[in-house]
T-cell receptor, first 112, second 114 residues
């Protein structure tokens, strides 16, 4: 079992709809959760992070964390063609200087 | 403020050769992490350096090594290259004070091993 799992997609969503990206993790000691966006041929860019159970909203993006079920999700409202990218989920332990463990990413395509 | 700079951008080597990749972090950042990205495995952590010391290490063979200089610039070396080492190598920098800081990634070095 991979430490961080994501559906590789591609996930196709109509423009203006809500895109829902999911991630599960195996290490119950994980405390910090990140979503990175990576455009084709570009480097990853942090778009959201969440530490506590529940929802965290930032503009059109909402991160949701459920530690009991060991999953974290990213919702993108009012999806735009510019949201088409690969979304990487990453987790780390909060104690010490542990490395970030990434999932393999979900490729999202917004259809105009 | 300049971003993370990686050189070279592209590299072609043959099996058995060795290669050195360079990463200059954002000014003031003391932590540099290296990742290998391949289509099948995604982003895999190689190692992290902070103040010239390796602070974390991933599960890669000893052929992969790195170092960090006093100005925080970092180099990664791969010896005895194998075909499977073909990948995008990304470095990321951060202030390095906690594990949860934002990582800033460079554009990467695309390594092809023939």
């Amino acid at each position: 079992q991979k430490e961080v799992e994501q559906n590789s997609g591609p996930l196709s969503v109509p423009e203006g709809a809500i895109a829902s990206l999911n991630c599960t993790y195996s290490d119950r000691g994980s405390q910090s959760f990140f979503w990175y966006r990576q455009y084709s041929g570009k480097s990853p860019e942090l778009i959201m992070f969440i530490y506590s159970n529940g929802d965290k909203e930032d503009g059109r993006f909402t991160a949701q964390l459920n530690k009991a079920s060991q999953y974290v999700s990213l919702l993108i409202r009012d999806s735009q063609p510019s949201d088409s990218a690969t979304y990487l989920c990453a987790v780390s332990r909060i104690f010490g200087n542990e490395k970030l463990t990434f999932g393999t990413g979900t490729r999202l395509t917004i259809i105009p | 403020k300049a971003g993370v700079t990686q050189t070279p951008r592209y590299l072609i080597k043959t099996r058995g050769q060795q290669v050195t990749l360079s990463c200059s972090p954002i000014s003031g950042h003391r932590s540099v992490s290296w990742y290998q990205q391949t289509p099948g495995q995604g982003l895999q952590f190689l190692f992290e350096y902070f103040s010239e010391t390796q602070r974390n290490k991933g599960n890669f063979p000893g052929r992969f090594s790195g170092r960090q200089f006093s100005n925080s610039r970092s180099e990664m070396n791969v010896s005895t290259l194998e075909l499977g080492d073909s990948a995008l190598y990304l470095c990321a920098s951060s202030l390095g004070r906690t594990a949860n800081e934002k990582l800033f990634f460079g554009s990467g070095t695309q390594l092809s091993v023939l």
